[in-house]
């Protein structure tokens, strides 16, 4: 079994997929969604969102990170495809599931499930670009409102020579609301002979024994739930006991120090509680950490703020 990070727009960025890599369970990342429209990407622009394209295509924990692509150009994908396999991607993921409307607008995520046609073109583009030992994947939603065309869309994606496909068990429409739909899954994967990869609604040890069970993939990928539970991948590979707060405390310092080093620093405050807003779900003390930041805007009082709560000894 293989557990995946998801890819989350604004969400699981470089800084939280070296905390939670380090923290163990991971074999995989997918990047943020690098969005492809007519023109090629800059190396600048690919490090700005991938910087692990600058050691390997590797987390610091070692775990490697596809690099995933949004658009709706055959070409201008497969041409960014191909140089980003060059600067050394463990691999290619297209997106063909991202449900936000601004992405939507403009021809790319979810929208593309209304046209199998065009999906096999990107696909098949994009496999004919990129080096064969170089994986070529792609993440689908079950449909644009319905699951007419979700069948057609996963031959599709075969069809162009994908290597791997996950789904997401949800329709656009469905947006992240639950539950999601785990039999259509077992659909796909009786349908197509290439690997298909669980997705959707796993937030515990038995979500992910759940979703494996109904649908009889091996693998699965994690989203939310990894971001509300950082030890979640660990803990379905290990069954370790979850970590408790105190254990989870320098690892959130750890965090905000990075986005401080590598974004302006009055924005690392507003990323640090947007993650204590997710986890409020399974910690406590993260709600309480989240109110008690809530109005603090000074990115080095929060920092002295983790500091005390991490060393209350030496900062009292």
Request: hydrophobic share 40%; proline share 7%; aromatic share 4%.
């Amino acid at each position: 079994m293989r557990l995946i990070l998801a890819p989350m727009e604004g969400l699981a960025d470089h800084s939280l997929r070296d905390i939670l890599t380090r923290l163990g369970g991971i074999d995989l990342c997918v990047a943020e969604f690098v969005r492809v429209t007519n023109h090629l990407l800059t190396e600048k622009v690919l490090l700005r969102t991938v910087p692990e394209l600058a050691s390997g295509g590797c987390t610091r924990a070692g775990v490697p990170v596809r690099v995933q692509l949004l658009g709706s150009d055959p070409v201008c994908l497969a041409e960014n495809a191909a140089f980003i396999a060059s600067l050394g991607a463990p691999g290619i993921d297209l997106n063909f599931g991202c449900p936000a409307p601004k992405v939507n607008s403009h021809g790319g995520g979810a929208v593309l499930l209304q046209y199998p046609e065009q999906i096999h073109a990107i696909v098949a583009a994009t496999r004919r670009a990129v080096p064969k030992h170089i994986p070529v994947t792609a993440k689908m939603r079950l449909g644009l409102e319905d699951t007419s065309l979700t069948l057609d869309c996963a031959r599709a994606i075969e069809a162009g020579g994908a290597d791997e496909l996950t789904v997401h068990a949800r329709t656009k429409t469905d947006r992240y609301r639950p539950p999601a739909r785990w039999e259509w899954l077992a659909h796909i994967r009786e349908t197509v002979k290439l690997p298909v990869v669980a997705n959707g609604e796993v937030w515990t040890p038995q979500d992910s024994e759940k979703i494996r069970h109904v649908s009889g993939c091996t693998d699965v990928m994690i989203g939310r739930g990894a971001i509300v539970r950082p030890d979640l991948m660990r803990r379905i590979k290990t069954g370790d006991e979850a970590m408790h707060w105190p254990e989870l405390l320098p690892w959130v310092l750890d965090f905000y120090d990075q986005l401080r080093a590598r974004m302006d620093q009055r924005h690392a405050p507003g990323r640090l509680k947007q993650w204590l807003g997710m986890m409020r779900v399974a910690y406590p003390e993260a709600e309480a950490l989240h109110r008690t930041l809530r109005t603090e805007r000074d990115p080095v009082a929060v920092g002295k703020m983790l500091e005390d709560m991490l060393n209350p000894a030496i900062h009292r």
